[in-house]
Every structure is written in C-alpha cells, then in structure tokens.
C-alpha cells in the first residue's frame, strides 16, 4: 500500500483518458504538505494558498462555490418569470413581481423613509407596556423581531401531534455572549455606532443617548437568556405548559397572540424553551422605562426593514451586520439580493423548476442506495459495539429501522397561492410573504404531523436530520460534487456524500438526538451504565475540542460542548462512511488511481469537501454561535480519531496527525 511518504503520483495518471479519474481535484493538492502531518492542508493547500474570498462574503469554499452554481441556476427561472412581466401565470408572476420590486432601486431611493412612517408613528404612540406588548404581537406579522420567537414543531412529548414553541429573543447581537464577555466590548460599542447612525438617518433625535438606553436594555435582557450550550438539552428545553401557565410566566402574553391573531385553539399548550428568560422579561417591561423600550422597538422595526430601503439604510445595516460582524466590505450585488428575497418567500415555487431543470433522476437511485448502505454499515456497527448493552442495542437498532430518508425534493409543494405580490411595493411584498409563512405554519398547530414537508429547498446546500421526525434529508443541491460524483469512483463519494448522509443520521445518535427515541418522542431508550460509557467518550470529544484554535483566529478557542452534537456527527458519519465503503468492495482490493489509493482517496475526499478560507471576524464569530467545528477540524481532528485514517497514511508517532490509540474517541 502507498504511505505517501513524499510520494508524487505519477504522471501518467494525469494524461491519458484510458486512465481512471478518482473525483479528486489534483491541483487542489499542496505536494509540500505531507498527509501524515495535515490532511487539510494537504488536499486542499494549494487551492487554500491561492484562494481570495470575494469581497462581498465572510469566506469561500466548497459550499459557497455550490451555493454560487444553485444562485446562477435560480437567478435564471427568475429572470425569465421577472421578463414575462404581465404575461407570467399563476406563481410565475408572483416570482417575478417580488423581484422586480426589489430590483428598482429608483424606486426604494425615491421612497426612503416613507415605508416606515406610520408604523413609526405607531410606536411614538404607544402609552402604556400592554399597548407596546400588542404592537410587538403585530409587529410579528409584518417580519419586526421582537421580544420572542415562536415556531410550530412536532411535541416532543408526544411527536404525532405539532405545537407552538416559543423562544427567548429580543437581542440585536449574535448571542448573549456578546453582551457579557469582554472579547466581545469593541463589537458593542460598534452596535451602539449603529443604532445611533441608523437614528439619525430616520430623524429621530437624540439618537446617541438613545442608543445608550437600548444597549443596555440589551444587556438586561440578555441577562435572562440561556447560553448556547444549555439550549443544546431537550430536556431542559421542553417545557410543556398551559396556555394560564405560560400567561403566568408572562402576564402580557396573552395580549401578544391576541394581536398576532394567535387563535387560542392553537395556544392552548405551549412549550416554553427557555422559562426564565420569560419571567426575567415580564420583570423587564415593569421595571424599564417605557421610553426606553420604545426606542428599543423603533430599532427592531428600523433594522428589520433597512434592507429594503434606500441606499444610505442599506449600506448602514450592512456595515454592521455585514462587515463589523462578519469582516465582509462590500455588500452583494443587488440582484444577489434580490434573489435570496424571492427565495424566502417563494423558495419552493422557484425549487420545483430548479428540479426539474438541474437534478438528474439518476441521483436519487444512487442516493438511495448509497443511504441504505450507510444505513447497513450502522446496523453491523451497533450491533457489535463492545460498549453497549444488548438491551440498549437493541433499541438503538429499533430507531436506525425508523430513519426515514428523503431526497432531492419534496413530494408535496407549497401552495403560495395566499401570498399578494405587488411589483411596486417591496417592503410590503415582503410582508405579506411573511404573513403567509405564518399562516401556513399556523395551520399545522394542532393537525398531524406532516410528513411530506421539508424545512430547506431543494436549491439549499445543506442537509439535516429532525430529532422529533427521525428523518433525514438532502436536498438536490448538495448532490453535487465534491460531495457527490456520479463519474467518480466509490471511494470518493463515500468519502463525501456518503460522510454526510453518516453525518446526518449520526445527529440521531449524537448527545441531543439520543434522547429521542425512533418515534420522535423524547425518552431515555439506554440503561444508566451505557448512558454513562457514552458520555466518557463524548466528554474526551469535548476534550480534544476544547484545545483547538483555527488558522484564522488564533488565540480564539472551540468550544467542545457547544460544538459536541456536529463533532458526534462527524466522528460517526466518518467512521460508518468507511466501513460501509469497505462493505462495498465486498473483500476486493480497490485499484490505485491518480496515485492514490481507495482508502487514501476515501479520507481525500472527506476533506476536499471541507475546504474553506475565512475572514477572522466571520471566524471569531461562528466560534461564539455555530455549533459546528472550524473546517480544519472537521477534517483533521476527526479523522486522526479513525484507526483507519492511520493505516491508510502509515502515520507513525513522529508525524503531526498521530494520535495515541488509547486517545482516539470511538462511539459508534
């Protein structure tokens, strides 16, 4: 077997069409780099070395590349809708109507300010907190974040049947981290610049002092927010009470639905996520100055609608939001814009053309294949796992069973007939889009769940698993390379695609999605003793995790309990990927192509998928909230877990990447 021990492939197996192609990206490859030291870098430092990020994004990699294919392929279904003008039918003319509108920048410039004028007023005139408390309710209607958010999803309880959630909210930063730790002091003063600027540019006077009060009106409710980590546990999170208990953690809630016309049949349970933020805030709105929290809402209705609005609002929001949090210096391209507007609110209208212009039928055959094998290689896993009893085995096999695939797109579309579409009237557009987004999740309260319904487009490039529906799913988009290769050989697509469909039905076995059980109920399916053995293998996972500093924020560390579930995820996805390759070849031994290896080519690919250059704000600021590892480490710090990674590469002590097998973490 090939060590690549300063090897060069050879450079036959870079000419000659007679000669297999592996699906990886040879040019990619930094040939000063040795695999045993840093996969990453190897695979990818070539292209990492030559890469710049655009100016318009806070990083570049395998996933904005993709997400730039499915942007041009989408920018085209709405350009040709947005050209029939009058002519389009049915949702056609409501696609190319909301681009239209924001896409006359004459128009928000003559307008300005004028959209907002009356709900402005609105809040000038509120007298009294339940008055403020009705407005937030309607306010909720029109896409203004408020004091709390609330979603339908299936009851954890009980997953046959959908209720409201509601969440702790209120904050115009990131996390409530931002508000307490010290690191993050100059991004508040920045905030407090911007509130002041984006007063000032809607007249409002006094905007300095103003900006004062709402920054610390921020803190306190911060104060009452739970951190990212304990939002991690379902338990913790799964509050189900009475529409009188809910109202008593809150007096005022009541008077919100009532006004975001909440019917009461579909608030008459209620899972509160995060009680005591509830009551911190009801104390809040008693003990704060009215004043103070309309000023508060002002911003929420000034930043929620500075997108769509002239260019001095715009570019204000975005050189906060934009560039302070993210590094990003120049705004995207209007019609850029434009698109993700008409994707937010029509995402599925314009994704059931982009399926049938762009995923090949093919795709999914051999996905489903691929997810059945996946499906296997766990299968023969847990069933031999020396960790665990047989009884929890035995449950475990009994959720796996369960999975509930889906792929490419959804078999049932969403009807937008509801949503009124005005080719002159953008802010509106987007809130009525809103409105009926809301309706339409509204409606699920208290029905079934349905089981046909996605929660991504089929143009996203992304892919997940629902704990409380133990399902997962990949939209079309994704099924691309490098992550997906029809021409390729196995090695590279169960290295990526096949990674990420372990990946995802990993999260059904990662520390939050083992507390679901194969129905979706939250139940605690393990014996104490095996419960125990799983958490001292994730606890030397957070561990390791904890250590670790990217490239592009050093001195900034990961933080292994918040990160936890995604790390399961890969560390699982990673480890079941490659004995269901190994399944594959049925005993065969794999012919070397381009110099590689499969097994070689198979740990290539995982991380040629993982590629990314980021902006160290970008960077700094998904180590505060992402739940997911830097990319570096998704590749690296998983696979020199993986005994596998080591025989591949014939990594020994003395190389970066060895890791003592007493060290290595092995779950599933």
Same mark, same amino acid.
């Not at 997906?484 to 999260?507: K, P, Q």
């Given at each position: 077997m090939q060590t690549l021990r300063g090897a060069t492939p050879a450079a036959a197996s870079l000419q000659g069409a007679t000669v297999p192609q592996s699906g990886i990206t040879l040019s990619n490859i930094d040939r000063n780099v040795r695999p045993q030291d840093d996969l990453y870098q190897f695979v990818n430092g070539a292209w990492l070395n030559s890469t710049a990020i655009p100016d318009d994004r806070p990083l570049e990699g395998t996933f904005t590349s993709l997400r730039d294919e499915a942007e041009l392929a989408v920018k085209a279904i709405i350009e040709e809708a947005a050209a029939k003008g009058a002519g389009a039918s049915g949702v056609e003319q409501k696609i190319g109507g909301l681009y239209a509108s924001f896409m006359d920048e004459a128009a928000a410039e003559a307008k300005g300010l004028d959209p907002l004028r009356d709900r402005l007023e609105e809040v000038r005139g509120v007298t009294s907190v339940q008055e403020l408390m009705r407005l937030i309710g309607r306010l909720f209607r029109a896409d203004v974040s408020g004091l709390f958010g609330i979603y339908p999803a299936p009851d954890a309880g009980n997953p046959e049947r959908i209720l409201l959630y509601i969440a702790q909210g209120g904050l115009g930063l990131p996390d409530e981290s931002y508000y307490r730790e010290e690191k993050f002091a100059p991004i508040v003063s920045a905030y407090n610049a911007y509130i002041a600027k984006l007063f000032g540019l809607a007249g409002i006077p006094d905007a300095g002092a103003a900006a004062d009060r709402i920054v610390a009106l921020e803190k306190a409710i911060a104060s009452h927010h739970w951190d990212n980590v304990t939002l991690r546990d379902p338990r913790k999170t799964y509050n189900l009470k009475t529409a009188e208990e809910a109202a008593g953690l809150l007096p005022l809630l009541d008077d919100w639905f009532e006004a975001a016309r909440i019917d009461a049949a579909k608030r008459s349970e209620i899972v509160v996520s995060t009680p005591d933020f509830f009551t911190g805030a009801a104390a809040l709105l008693e003990s704060e100055d009215l004043s103070t929290w309309k000023e508060w809402l002002t911003l929420r209705v000034l930043s929620s609608a500075a997108p769509y609005l002239s260019a001095d609002f715009v570019d204000t929001n975005f050189d906060f939001y934009g560039t302070t949090l993210s590094g990003t210096p120049q705004n995207k391209e209007r019609w850029k814009r434009g698109v993700a507007v008409v994707e937010a609110a029509l995402g599925e209208a314009v994704g059931q053309i982009y399926v049938e212009r762009h995923f090949p039928a093919g795709h999914k055959a051999r996905m489903q294949t691929l997810v059945a094998n996946l499906i296997e290689a766990y299968r023969q896993s847990i069933t031999s796992l020396e960790w665990?009893?047989?009884?929890?085995?035995?449950?475990?096999?009994?959720?796996?069973?369960?999975?509930?695939?889906?792929?490419?797109?959804?078999?049932?579309?969403?009807?937008?007939?509801?949503?009124?579409?005005?080719?002159?009237?953008?802010?509106?557009?987007?809130?009525?889009?809103?409105?009926?987004?809301?309706?339409?999740?509204?409606?699920?309260?208290?029905?079934?769940? /349905?089981? /046909?319904?996605?929660?991504?487009?089929?143009?996203?490039?992304?892919?997940?698993?629902?704990?409380?529906?133990?399902?997962?799913?990949?939209?079309?988009?994704?099924?691309?390379?490098?992550?997906?290769?029809?021409?390729?050989?196995?090695?590279?697509?169960?290295?990526?695609?096949?990674?990420?469909?372990?990946?995802?039905?990993?999260?059904?076995?990662?520390?939050?999605?083992?507390?679901?059980?194969?129905?979706?109920?939250?139940?605690?399916?393990?014996?104490?003793?095996?419960?125990?053995?799983?958490?001292?293998?994730?606890?030397?996972?957070?561990?390791?995790?904890?250590?670790?500093?990217?490239?592009?924020?050093?001195?900034?560390?990961?933080?292994?309990?918040?990160?936890?579930?995604?790390?399961?995820?890969?560390?699982?996805?990673?480890?079941?990927?490659?004995?269901?390759?190994?399944?594959?070849?049925?005993?065969?031994?794999?012919?070397?192509?381009?110099?590689?290896?499969?097994?070689?080519?198979?740990?290539?690919?995982?991380?040629?998928?993982?590629?990314?250059?980021?902006?160290?704000?970008?960077?700094?600021?998904?180590?505060?909230?992402?739940?997911?590892?830097?990319?570096?480490?998704?590749?690296?710090?998983?696979?020199?877990?993986?005994?596998?990674?080591?025989?591949?590469?014939?990594?020994?002590?003395?190389?970066?990447?060895?890791?003592?097998?007493?060290?290595?973490?092995?779950?599933?």
């Open positions: 665990m009893g047989e009884a929890t085995k035995a449950e475990a096999l009994k959720k796996l069973d369960a999975f509930r695939p889906k792929i490419g797109f959804p078999e049932k579309w969403i009807d937008y007939s509801s949503v009124e579409i005005d080719p002159n009237d953008l802010l509106g557009n987007v809130e009525r889009a809103h409105d009926a987004d809301v309706e339409r999740h509204l409606d699920e309260v208290g029905k079934p769940v /349905d089981l /046909d319904k996605w929660l991504m487009t089929p143009q996203t490039v992304n892919a997940y698993y629902h704990p409380m529906l133990n399902e997962i799913v990949f939209p079309a988009a994704i099924l691309q390379p490098p992550f997906f290769n029809a021409e390729a050989d196995d090695a590279v697509n169960y290295g990526g695609i096949g990674a990420v469909i372990g990946h995802e039905i990993g999260h059904g076995f990662d520390d939050q999605g083992s507390q679901f059980d194969g129905s979706g109920a939250l139940r605690n399916w393990w014996t104490e003793e095996d419960r125990a053995a799983f958490e001292t293998r994730t606890a030397k996972l957070v561990a390791q995790y904890d250590a670790l500093s990217p490239y592009a924020a050093p001195g900034h560390t990961v933080n292994g309990k918040l990160t936890l579930g995604e790390n399961i995820g890969d560390l699982g996805g990673l480890t079941i990927a490659y004995k269901a390759y190994q399944l594959s070849l049925d005993g065969a031994e794999p012919e070397v192509i381009d110099g590689f290896t499969g097994q070689q080519r198979f740990f290539m690919s995982w991380a040629a998928g993982w590629r990314q250059v980021i902006r160290a704000e970008e960077a700094i600021r998904r180590l505060a909230t992402d739940p997911h590892s830097p990319n570096e480490f998704r590749t690296n710090a998983i696979a020199r877990n993986l005994d596998a990674f080591h025989e591949a590469f014939a990594v020994t002590e003395q190389d970066r990447m060895w890791m003592d097998p007493a060290e290595r973490v092995s779950i599933w």
